[in-house]
């Protein structure tokens, strides 16, 4: 999420300008900006951890196995099916990352984005959970979906990604049943992502600059091999 918070605010009709600096490489387990929308439509930027821990979990340790979930089935799900009704948001972003199989040695990451290099949301869910000590700590989880042609030779996932038109709707905490919005899960058309091979560098959750975006060794062109099982970073 490299976008200045003035664009941020601007994107996503933000009330606020939010208090966000440049990330390069956002790892599970760390903060992420979140958008939810209040009764009257106001919209407002949260952190949140990426890793959903369910309110009825008995560690936070499970959020690390809850960084995505499946959009076909997240209503049926336990750890997910409360906040599919009641608590999605929006994760603002301008790029995510997903790895190929490069043989021996490091996967290899690619970087993937909007031609325009714009801001887009994908779709989350987030709950709130009660620490030991009584605090709440909140987290969220990224819906993923059947990956696009142009993407599925990278990775058969990818996250959902709700286009503007669709925004309200998702956000909207009236709408408790989510067989009304399964027509969101579709995959994003070919057109509207471009993909390019970038540094190892980000394989690496310390390094976080522009240095990870940098054009990698190989031809995006040239990556159609064995993906990588793991999931979907940004």
Not at 59 to 68: E, L, R, T, V, Y
Not at 194 to 220: F, K, Q, T, W
Request: glycine content about 4%; hydrophobic content about 35%.
């Amino acid at each position: 999420m490299t976008a200045s918070p003035e664009e941020v605010e601007c994107a996503f009709e933000l009330d606020e300008t939010p208090a966000l600096r440049p990330r390069f490489n956002i790892a599970p387990g760390q903060f992420v900006a979140t958008i939810t929308a209040d009764a009257e439509g106001r919209r407002c930027l949260e952190m949140r951890r990426w890793g959903l821990v369910p309110s009825w979990a008995k560690d936070a340790k499970i959020g690390s196995h809850m960084i995505n979930a499946r959009s076909e089935t997240a209503s049926e799900k336990p750890s997910f099916r409360a906040a599919m009704r009641k608590r999605r948001c929006l994760v603002p972003v301008d790029g995510f990352y997903e790895w190929t199989s490069a043989g021996a040695g490091a996967k290899q990451p690619h970087w993937i984005a909007r031609p325009d290099r714009g801001c887009f949301a994908i779709a989350g869910l987030w709950e709130r959970w009660k620490t030991p000590d009584q605090a709440w700590l909140e987290t969220c989880t990224l819906l993923t979906a059947r990956a696009s042609d142009r993407l599925k030779v990278i990775h058969h996932r990818m996250p959902v990604l709700i286009e503007v038109a669709d925004r309200d709707r998702w956000l909207d905490p009236s709408i408790t049943d989510p067989s009304a919005l399964m027509d969101l899960f579709e995959p994003s058309p070919d057109d509207s992502l471009e993909y390019r091979v970038v540094s190892r560098r980000v394989n690496r959750p310390e390094h976080d600059d522009p240095d990870c975006i940098e054009l990698g060794s190989e031809s995006a062109s040239q990556s159609e091999s064995e993906s990588d099982p793991e999931g979907i970073l940004f």
